[in-house]
């Protein structure tokens, strides 16, 4: 069992930035596949950003390309989704999740965090 917690969230205006950390309780990322998912109210969930461990890739939805960097710190066990330039559409919970293998981009992730509420205001 993997235990996910994120931090980071907040209110934040227009154009601002925020950072999201996901603590993974985890030996070590190799082979892991790390994401981010979000989820706005009335919506599914949906991909945000993943990095691939130890290749190192990384990907990212359309809407947050050149905006969002995901990162990940093997040492302190922690991924960072680094969120600039935010937009009112980027407002939802975001979630942390881990997955053994495969494919990164996919939705069938095995551990998800709690979520953290990142709200842009106009």
């Known amino acids: 069992q993997v235990r996910l917690v994120e931090s980071g969230g907040g209110l934040v205006q227009v154009g601002g930035s925020l950072r999201l950390s996901c603590v993974a309780s985890?030996?070590?990322?190799?082979?892991?596949?790390m994401g981010w998912f979000r989820q706005a109210p009335g919506q599914e969930r949906e991909f945000v950003a993943a990095?691939?461990?130890?290749?190192?890739?990384?990907y990212y939805t359309d809407s947050v390309k050149g905006r969002f960097t995901v990162s990940g710190d093997n040492a302190k066990k922690t991924v960072y989704l680094q969120m600039n330039s935010l937009k009112p559409e980027d407002t939802a919970v975001y979630y942390c999740?881990?997955?053994?293998?495969?494919?990164?981009?996919?939705?069938?992730?095995?551990?998800w965090g709690q979520g953290t509420q990142v709200t842009v205001s106009s």
């Open positions: 985890v030996a070590t990322f190799t082979y892991w596949r």
């Open positions: 990095i691939s461990s130890p290749e190192g890739n990384t």
């Open positions: 999740a881990a997955r053994w293998r495969g494919s990164a981009t996919t939705t069938r992730y095995d551990y």
